[in-house]
């Protein structure tokens, strides 16, 4: 089991840069497939960001190129580095992760779909103003 708890984000004008962290609690952190959504108002949850157990990464269109997920296993902490933020990008984010029970590298399939992920952060606002 793990506990997450989010630190990071808030406003920022377009093109600037954001990060945010999630620590964990808990035993076995480095065995987490974790991820990070977003929520934008009226909308639904987003997949943007993967890392699994082995350090591999996925990223969503919408913030490839621009986004770095990763991971210190050591502090046990999942991190998301936003650049060349966009108004777009304004919405709630969300940490999760998943006991990486799954073959290969540990992550479910469906790498963004939420009901894969049993453990959630609190979540944490980006607001990005043009």
């Known amino acids: 089991q793990v506990h997450l708890v989010q630190s990071g984000g808030g406003s920022v004008q377009s093109g600037g840069s954001l990060r945010l962290s999630c620590a964990g609690s808990?035993?076995?952190?480095?065995?987490?497939?974790m991820g990070w959504f977003r929520q934008a108002p009226g909308k639904g949850l987003e997949g943007i960001a993967v890392i699994a157990r082995d350090g591999t990464t996925t990223y969503g269109e919408s913030v490839k190129g621009r986004f770095t997920i990763s991971r210190d296993n050591a502090e046990k902490i999942l991190y998301l580095q936003m650049d060349s933020l966009k108004p777009e990008d304004t919405a709630m984010y969300y940490c999760?992760?998943?006991?990486?029970?799954?073959?290969?590298?540990?992550?479910?399939?469906?790498?963004?779909?939420?009901?894969?992920?049993?453990?959630w952060g609190q979540g944490t606002q980006v607001t990005v103003s043009s």
């Open positions: 808990g035993d076995s952190f480095s065995q987490y497939c």
């Open positions: 999760a992760a998943v006991f990486g029970l799954y073959s290969g590298n540990g992550c479910p399939t469906g790498l963004f779909i939420p009901a894969n992920y049993k453990y």
